[in-house]
């Protein structure tokens, strides 16, 4: 079955450098969300998207910034990295509000 | 606020022994609860969900959670560990506060010994 694809897996980047990380949700997914996760911490809720609009917001730095695309894939834009910024990025999606959430690998952002 | 309690950061058995992992919330509704196992670098992996009905949830890897709303709880059950099972467990709670969103619990790191 179709899973939830981020890319880059990898991305090492220098401080106040700008990155960009992507997320292709399920097929007939509609809602997408990001959770940034620190060494050792849970993942902390930072954005969703549903059907193309922004829908919520946790946690996310004004450095960053994120949107959903027509075809419901989402980018989330980091700029200015910091070193705190260093973490796993995941993106999830889900059908409905009564589905649970499925994630991607995540993107291991290091920021030097 | 909602929240999610792991008291257990880190829990040790024995391959073969049985295993619960505790799990607590607080939120004002009836909460659609979860479990995801990850392992190192890897994605969050959905073992199980209750969103209502029968309280005894079985999920996938012979894992199972039982809902007790009595309690707040929402504690991971497996009768014989694997070895496979090592990884970090989270517990979560799907809140419609706002928008639908989860909420995690810090984990639970699971060691199996040999």
């Known amino acids: 079955a179709a899973g939830v694809i981020q890319s880059p897996r990898h991305l090492i980047k220098e401080k106040r450098e700008t990155a960009t990380l992507k997320c292709y949700p399920i097929?007939?997914?509609?809602?997408v969300y990001w959770y940034q996760q620190g060494p050792g911490q849970d993942p902390q809720f930072l954005i969703s998207?549903?059907?193309?609009?922004?829908?919520d917001k946790g946690s996310i730095p004004d450095r960053f910034s994120a949107q959903q695309f027509s075809d419901y894939h989402s980018e989330l834009n980091m700029s200015s990295l910091e070193l705190g910024d260093s973490a796993l990025y995941f993106c999830a999606s889900s059908l409905n509000i009564d589905s649970p959430l499925h994630f991607g690998n995540g993107t291991r952002l290091t920021v030097t | 606020a909602q929240s999610v309690t792991q008291p257990d950061i880190h829990i040790t058995v024995s391959e073969g022994a049985s295993l619960e992992l505790r799990c607590n919330y607080s939120?004002?509704?009836?909460?659609?609860l979860f479990w995801y196992v990850q392992s190192p670098g890897q994605g969050l992996q959905l073992l199980l969900k209750?969103?209502?009905?029968?309280?005894l949830v079985q999920g996938i890897k012979g894992f199972e959670a039982e809902f007790k709303r009595s309690q707040s709880s929402f504690n991971l059950r497996k009768p014989s560990v694997h070895w496979s099972d090592a990884a970090e467990y989270f517990c979560a709670v799907g809140t419609t506060s706002g928008t639908y969103k989860y909420i995690f619990g810090t984990g639970t790191r699971l060691k199996v010994l040999a």
């Open positions: 939120y004002g509704a009836t909460p659609y």
């Open positions: 097929p007939r997914h509609d809602t």
């Open positions: 998207f549903y059907e193309k609009m922004q829908s």
């Open positions: 209750y969103f209502s009905g029968d309280t």
